[in-house]
């Protein structure tokens, strides 16, 4: 990526930073994002890998085709943590299914928790890219405490 492009993601990766992170203020609910996102990540791809494999994949490349779009350091991070999921998924085997319904349904019922806390609904009922942008919201949050700017 050239440097005018590389600075205009960055603008916007920290534009969605910013609108994702005034509905994610309280402690609480910012905790319960941290654990959350990933388990739904995890949940939804293996729902997804259920369905068809290749629509896991698919949906994977696909995302990371945004991340790319905002970031290179999220991409690499989201693009290993991608190869993460998919592993998790295929060791789930058989239990695949069973476990990625009652992951997705609890992690999306404390996610509901603490935007009741928060007081303010969740971002993706605004605008459905805001469902890519939690996971970059988590990793921001742990960029910051070891100094790697994005």
Excluded at 6 to 24: C, F, I, K, M, P
Excluded at 55 to 75: D, H, P, Q, T
Excluded at 106 to 129: M, R, T, Y
Aim: one cysteine or more; glycine letters at 6%; a positive charge.
């Amino acid at each position: 990526m050239n440097t005018a492009v590389q600075e205009t993601a960055g603008r916007r990766v920290d534009q969605l930073l910013a609108h994702y992170s005034e509905s994610h203020r309280h402690p609480t609910n910012e905790l319960i994002h941290f654990i959350a996102i990933p388990l739904i990540m995890l949940s939804l791809v293996g729902l997804i890998y259920e369905a068809h494999p290749l629509a896991a994949y698919a949906f994977i490349g696909a995302s990371m085709v945004y991340y790319v779009r905002l970031s290179l350091v999220f991409f690499i991070t989201m693009l290993a943590g991608s190869a993460l999921v998919l592993a998790l998924v295929h060791a789930m085997g058989a239990q695949r299914l069973t476990l990625c319904v009652g992951i997705f349904v609890v992690a999306w019922i404390f996610q509901f928790i603490g935007h009741k806390l928060e007081g303010k609904k969740p971002s993706f009922f605004e605008d459905i890219q805001y469902l890519w942008v939690g996971p970059l919201f988590v990793l921001s949050k742990l960029f910051e405490k070891v100094g790697i700017r994005w």
